[in-house]
């Protein structure tokens, strides 16, 4: 069960695209597609922004979509705005009803 | 209106013995899995333990397991974390989800535990 890996920190400027990687094993990211991530503004509870991988849930801008190949799932955020700024969390099914999650990566919109 | 709230959380000293619970409101709770994730202060997100939907069958992280106990009653929409043995490391704000198919699509504001002397 250990976390899956994603940068601790990134930044872009409004208007432009950001990457978000995440990066696990066999066992969870690369054998499953069953990515989520999650959203989380300060002080607030996370939210889901994109599900299996590349689905987004109703409400979400289609700024944000996702994707993975082998073991690296990533979120890409485009068209960068100000309340895009947060922490990110990815989360991947890893067998037998359990999960992980990445470390989370804190964006800052410059 | 979809909604999970949390309570129980508060300051206990190491190796005491805390139970939060998790009521939920707006959907059919009895079909849905449950899972607690908490967030150390500072930290990334953790997933601790996660129940079926009639309880009979429960998972839990290695960092709690045989320490934490994760319950749910049905008649009462509610869902419980038992946690004993409790350390320093497991000071955080827990969060109570709602499980959809493979993620979690609802989530509760959290309630803070905080394991110190």
């Known amino acids: 069960q250990s976390a899956l890996t994603q940068p601790r920190s990134l930044s872009g400027s409004p208007g432009q695209s950001v990457t978000i990687s995440c990066t696990g094993t066999?066992?969870?990211?690369?054998?499953?597609?069953?990515v989520s991530w999650y959203q989380q503004c300060p002080g607030k509870a996370p939210k889901v922004i994109i599900y299996d991988v590349s689905k987004r849930p109703s409400g979400v801008p289609d700024r944000f979509s996702g994707s993975k190949s082998g073991n690296t799932a990533s979120l890409t955020i485009s068209g960068l705005q100000a309340e895009d700024e947060a922490d990110y969390y990815c989360?991947?099914?890893?067998?037998?009803?359990?999960?992980?999650f990445g470390g989370g990566t804190k964006l800052t919109v410059l | 209106e979809v909604q999970l709230v949390e309570s129980g959380g508060g300051l206990v000293q190491p190796g005491g013995s805390l139970r939060l619970s998790c009521a939920a409101s707006g959907f059919s709770f009895s079909t849905y899995y449950m899972s607690w994730v908490r967030q150390a202060p500072g930290k990334g997100l953790e997933w601790v333990a996660n129940?079926?939907?009639?309880?009979?069958?429960?998972k839990y992280a290695d960092s709690v397991k045989g320490r934490f106990t994760m319950s749910r009653d049905n008649a009462k929409n509610l869902v419980y974390l038992q946690m004993n043995g409790l350390r320093a490391e497991d000071t955080a704000v827990y969060y109570c989800a709602k499980e959809a198919h493979y993620y979690m699509d609802v989530w509760g504001k959290g309630t803070t535990v905080t394991v110190s002397s």
């Open positions: 989360c991947s099914y890893a067998g037998i009803y359990t999960w992980v």
């Open positions: 066999s066992s969870d990211v690369g054998g499953y597609n069953y």
């Open positions: 129940i079926k939907q009639d309880g009979g069958e429960t």
